[in-house]
């Protein structure tokens, strides 16, 4: 069973164009991460939020936990071919417990 | 930051033979240990949780007895594909917590091994 559902599933933009990515769960999560992979490596870690309301910027991307952290969603703005890549979020219900990945969105930016 | 190498990068074997896959955590130590499976272009499942100096813990529907887990010290965890099949083709990531032991701690991943049964 899927937790978490990630859309769009796929995303192909012009560089410059903004876009967003949406997490979302019936579920509770006490964290929430989002990562970023590239074709035959591992995936990398962007952000942790754990508040709900928690707003976190990392240059051109910016994450949000909902409220009532069952979602979250993630904006990039002005995006470049750099930023290709599998973008995947991934929840803990607990502290302690298994992280759940989502169902990934691959974006590709075309130059 | 924290460096988890994995080994091989890339293997190709026979179906009915067994593989082992290397995941080192290079600069810390890792008490706890977690495997993955991908297939292409789909999300990441975890299979088993590895726990220095004891058993591993796996999810339900993955079979102990063909993905064998060993986690022989505090910087190396095995995964044996034991009498490998076509159908346990897949991508394998390995990932060891930063700190506390603890899958909600910040996780760093090994770059993967792309495993290919012929």
């Known amino acids: 069973t899927q937790l978490l559902k990630q859309s769009p599933q796929f995303l192909s933009i012009q560089e410059g164009e903004n876009l967003t990515v949406y997490c979302n769960s019936s579920?509770?999560?006490?964290?929430l991460q989002w990562y970023r992979q590239e074709p035959g490596e591992g995936p990398v870690l962007l952000v942790t939020v754990v508040t709900g309301g928690e707003v976190k910027k990392l240059k051109r991307l910016t994450f949000q936990f909902g409220d009532a952290r069952k979602d979250s969603s993630l904006h990039i703005t002005a995006a470049q071919p750099g930023d290709t890549g599998l973008y995947l979020c991934?929840?803990?219900?607990?502290?302690?417990?298994?992280?759940?990945f989502g169902t990934g969105t691959r974006l590709a930016v075309r130059p | 930051g924290a460096v988890v190498s994995q080994h091989p990068s890339r293997v190709i074997c026979k179906s009915g033979t067994s593989v082992k896959i290397e995941c080192r955590s290079l600069?810390?130590?890792?008490?706890?240990m977690f495997w993955y499976r991908q297939f292409p272009k789909q999300s990441l499942m975890l299979m088993a949780t590895s726990n220095e100096g004891s058993k591993a813990t796996y999810e339900q529907g993955v079979e102990k007895d063909k993905f064998l887990i060993n986690h022989a010290s505090l910087t190396l965890s095995t995964l044996t594909v034991t009498s490998a099949h076509p159908e346990d083709s897949s991508f394998y990531i390995c990932?060891?917590?930063?700190?506390?032991?603890?899958?909600?701690?910040?996780?760093?991943f090994g770059p993967g091994t792309r495993l290919t049964v012929l």
């Open positions: 991934a929840g803990a219900r607990s502290s302690g417990d298994k992280l759940t």
């Open positions: 990932s060891a917590p930063g700190s506390g032991g603890q899958l909600t701690d910040t996780q760093y």
């Open positions: 579920s509770v999560f006490s964290s």
């Open positions: 600069d810390f130590q890792a008490t706890t």
